[in-house]
């Protein structure tokens, strides 16, 4: 477990539930960040740039996925296997870095993962950008997925969160939560049937 208590008063950032995202480094006259126990560092000061972009395609919300596992045990910790693709997953991936996720791989930079014999991933995240994935474009990340592994949406508009979801869900996918978070939301579940989500066109 990571704490706060020596990076808060130095560094400067916001919390997202469990997670202190540290953007820059604090004025000298600001006041310390409030301290919060069983919290995890997330340092993102040299992807500073980037997060005007995240903040606009809905990136961030993705965040949301990971502060469930922030509490875990380290041998839970270092059980996740973590795929993730699309817009933000070099945030998504850095944070369960520093969380301490098991094996984190951004498939968009290391294609290979997604063409494994056997699913080595449990969790697998795909970065919407505020644009509904086509079925092709995230059935080979779930063809890696293992079968009791977590699926996830993230930077979807909050208008196509219902449809989207309605679409997995007549799949058989099975929601284990969701969330909307400045016009943007995620979901999360397991996919019962890859076969009956090849069969359909679209998720909307």
């Known amino acids: 477990m990571l704490s706060v208590m020596d990076a808060a008063p130095s560094l400067h950032g916001k ?20 301290h919060m126990e069983d919290c995890a560092v997330i340092d993102l000061k040299p992807l500073a740039d980037k997060i005007p972009a995240w903040h606009a395609d809905g990136s961030l919300v993705g965040l949301r996925l990971l502060v469930p596992m922030v509490p875990l045990p380290t041998a839970e910790l270092e059980s996740l296997h973590l795929v993730v693709v699309g817009s933000g997953a070099e945030l998504i991936a850095r944070a369960a870095r520093q969380i301490r996720f098991g094996r984190v791989e951004i498939a968009d930079e290391s294609p290979a993962v997604l063409n494994a014999a056997t699913p080595s991933f449990n969790r697998a995240f795909y970065g919407c950008g505020g644009h509904v994935p086509s079925v092709e474009q995230i059935l080979p990340m779930l063809t890696q997925l293992q079968p009791d592994g977590h699926f996830a949406l993230f930077g979807l508009l909050e208008e196509h969160l219902s449809p989207v979801q309605k679409g997995l869900s007549d799949c058989g996918f099975s929601m284990r939560s969701a969330g909307v978070e400045h016009g943007f939301g995620f979901l999360s579940g397991s996919v019962e049937s890859l076969q009956r989500l090849r069969q359909i066109q679209s998720l909307v």
């Open 15 to 34: 919390y997202i539930g469990h997670l202190l995202l540290l953007t820059e480094d604090q004025p000298a006259d600001a006041p310390p960040l409030p």
